[in-house]
């Protein structure tokens, strides 16, 4: 017999990780078009806590109580009438809904088949719900917005965070020369990633040792040490600055424009397609995933303080079942 209930990690308010806790909650049922995934693994994204917080997607899920999380890995338990390209038993992966509310950390979840790709083969369930949003960001900034050219100089900033590293080796993939900011702990593995040159943020200015750049990823923002700002001294003239957190800031698409460069904000989507190509690569062994740290399900609050304090390599995750 089917179960009627699951396991998630709820919140009831807006507040610090003590206000994660583990419920029992109806399990969903899949709508035409839609599949329900046993989920086995939950990525855990910067986005997660800034919205616990009230930040982050927090406007568009609106008051607690909700259930964070948008990368998953897991097995299609059922599909709704009309799915066509899975079925019960095989192994997915994928970012549903964002930026609405998608459950991830949860034992199910439900969402459009086509939000969905095959798991890749190389990867646990754990790794592979590292990949979904991290990866489809770095793809949708390298890949469509950017259009990133070989021969093209791309700078990363936070090149060893989960986005950071996937758009390192996205970008070199395509054969364009790649610089990156991290702590120095960091440099040996960027470079085996494809990282060219490397600047450690803690010791030097990336403006005072970077130059002719042709596309800047800003995984930091304006916010934080005015790292949009300082990026445009390294642009080239008609160059882009794809601002992540927080988007494109007045300011400085003013002075982008006055410098004849390009500015762009960004915002991830779901997209199936592009975590087939992705997942093609990483089998390949074109693309490695890095899992800092595999929490279980129970202990999403810890999860959400290591991830807060920041300099984690590559992802952390939510192991959710067996």
Do not use: C
Not at 89 to 116: C, I, K, L
Not at 222 to 227: K, N, R, S, V
Not at 300 to 317: F, N, Q, S, W
């Amino acid at each position: 017999m089917a179960r009627s209930m699951m396991r998630v990690v709820v919140q009831d308010a807006l507040g610090g990780p003590e206000v994660l806790r583990v419920a029992e909650v109806p399990r969903p049922e899949p709508l035409p078009t839609e599949v329900l995934v046993r989920v086995r693994a939950a990525g855990i994204n910067p986005v997660d806590w800034k919205t616990r917080q009230g930040g982050g997607m927090a406007g568009v899920l609106g008051d607690p109580p909700f259930t964070l999380g948008w990368d998953v890995s897991g097995v299609v338990e059922e599909v709704g009438f009309g799915v066509t390209t899975l079925a019960p038993g095989d192994e997915v992966y994928g970012m549903p809904w964002f930026p609405r509310q998608a459950g991830g950390y949860a034992e199910f979840v439900t969402a459009p088949s086509r939000q969905f790709a095959r798991k890749p083969g190389t990867l646990s369930h754990e790794e592979a719900a590292a990949v979904p949003l991290a990866a489809l960001t770095a793809w949708q900034i390298i890949v469509d917005t950017a259009r990133v050219t070989a021969g093209q100089r791309v700078l990363v900033h936070a090149a060893a965070g989960g986005v950071g590293h996937f758009a390192v080796q996205f970008a070199r993939h395509l054969g364009a020369r790649v610089v990156g900011t991290a702590r120095g702990s960091r440099h040996e593995w960027l470079g085996r990633l494809g990282a060219e040159e490397l600047v450690d943020y803690t010791e030097r200015r990336f403006e005072d040792v970077v130059e002719d750049i042709d596309v800047v990823i800003d995984l930091l923002g304006e916010g934080h040490d005015a790292t949009s700002t300082r990026s445009l001294k390294v642009l080239k003239k008609g160059g882009l600055l794809v601002a992540v957190p927080g988007g494109v800031a007045p300011e400085v698409r003013q002075a982008a424009d006055a410098a004849g460069m390009r500015t762009s904000g960004f915002l991830v989507e779901p997209d199936g397609a592009a975590l087939t190509a992705i997942a093609g690569l990483i089998d390949k062994g074109e693309v490695v995933v890095e899992v800092e740290e595999v929490f279980p399900l129970e202990e999403a609050a810890r999860a959400h303080r290591k991830g807060e304090e920041g300099h984690t390599r590559g992802k952390l995750v939510l192991r959710v079942g067996a």
